[in-house]
């Protein structure tokens, strides 16, 4: 045993002298082996945005190797040094760095290396915030957020749109100190009520970039954003108005140098002898897109308006004058929408009227070059939809009046139609007067992509697509001649008449389409159980005086379902429907008179769509002899709680 042990003993000095043979030095080479550098200690540094801050790290190299630090895509607001057993990292961020931030750190001797990672979180720093002033024309422009949840199109001096995370208003706009955004509804075109007032102070500016805060007044909440200026560029897209319609105008962007064409909303203000009129009218043109701006290649005359004004001698004159489409400009196109910046002008239609008049300093404003802000929500083309024999869907086939030969004359065509059989579509008239029914038959050719429909002197084709909701569109093909824009109506399928019952309309409805409503002012809809209601109530006031609501109109149940109106003050005698309308059907020489049907079309949610059917009756003095006509509209009503 000593024995052993003794030459256990020489071997271990023979070794750690270096002698033996060559295997007996492998030992050494291990013992020399690099290896890579560490760091040890937390990685992640926490500051506020224009304050430094530091954090160090030990560093550490088994071989005593120099080392180096390097921040992989390193930003300029951060550094870092090493030392021969410390690394340091150091923080300055502006108020564009607020976010938590993580970077790659490789440490290596040369030969061997390691990567950690560094988390930077840097606060918001309201104390050190120093609001700048930008002018007008730095404002001007499209600025979006880096994720797009917010968008902003300053599209002139005192308007433009805002998109929020999918919802879009326009505003008008004032730059004092702060930058004052007045919000309103996207489809409103005068005096808007004020949907909300969002202040936005810019907190710091770079070239391609400002930080700004969006503060919401109304709610007293605010949201701190970078926002970068856009030159986006454009793409041939479809586009539909935003109203809250049964039907829309199909309007088209191209950029491939056809033709593109649309048809917009604008607000004509006239001050009149008795006041003003302010009208509502739709400017269709066809342009060519040269760069931002649409070169109109249409009749750039929008409407005539007839209107009173004071003459220099002291009495009313009848004045006309044009509304003019000077040009149109596409200022954004992001997301499911299109905005466009359109000029216009009012003129006299006859030059010499101005010399005869007392032009007024409100008339004078009138006339100056004005600019209105149009938004318009995408439209996706689709394949021709299942039509099912026997169902109805809604749209109109066609727009054309008709007289049935019997002193009847239909102004606009139903809002529905019937699938009658695999190639047949009908349209059925009714009215409110009487049980009796016209019916028109079209003949469908469907080859997947589009319909051709024919019948009734009608020739045309749909196309369809969806809206941004998932919402679908029936549109005819675009007629130059008869307008340059194409209409397009929901395409829903139309509840049973036997789904629908009284209580489906004992609600307090309001007209959702925007020139039901100006204003403060709402048009109601609602009926009462003594069989009294309106289906017109105009009140500034809304529920907070649905107690003083005062019926207009008698109504009835019919056995289809719908529901008729007669209005009262037309039967001075009558207690129910069933006399009123006796009594408006009786009298022959009344000048006018109208009955009036609705029924629920379809439902979504707490929108109901109503087809209303209008008939009227009025003395055409030059025949001295009553005409009929018949109106068909379809709205969508909104239940009020």
Known sequence: MNKLLSVSALTLALTACGGGSSTDKKPDAEA?????????????????????????????DEQNDSVTTTIIDKPQWLSVTTSSNQVTFNAEPSL???????????????KASNQYTLTVNVAENRAAWQPIELSNNEVIGNWQSSDGSVRLVFASEDAGVIAQNGELSRFEWSNPDVIALNTQAIDCLHECNQQALLEMEVLAKRDDAIRVELFNVSTDKGEVVTLYKSNAEFSSEYYADVDQSSFHSVNYLSTTGEESYFEVSLASYIPTASGSTTSYTYADFSATLEGKVLKINSDTLVTTQNTKQLSNLGHEVDVAFDLNLIDAEVIAQFDDFLVLKLRHVLTYKDESAQNIINESTELAEALLEKTSISALRKLTPVTVPELTVGKSYTGRLNNKNSDTGEGLTFRYVPTFFTITAADTATVTFNTPKSTDSFKWHYNLDNNGETVKVMGNGLETSLQFFTQPDGKMIMARERNKEQRQARLGYEFIEVVDDSSITLDDYKHLFSYLRQNYNSSSQKIYWYINDDGKGSFYYADQYGLENRADFTPSSYWQLEADNSISFAMMSQCPNAVDYASCKDEVLANQEVAYSSLFNFKILAKDGNKYLFDRLFWQSTYAYSERELKESIFQNSYWFGIEK
């Open 32 to 60: 020399t082996k690099n290896t890579a550098p560490t760091l040890s200690g937390s990685l992640t540094l926490s500051t506020k945005a224009l304050e430094s801050a530091s954090l160090v790290v030990d560093i550490k």
């Open 96 to 110: 564009f760095e607020v976010a938590n931030h993580s970077f790659t750190v490789e440490v290596s001797d040369g």
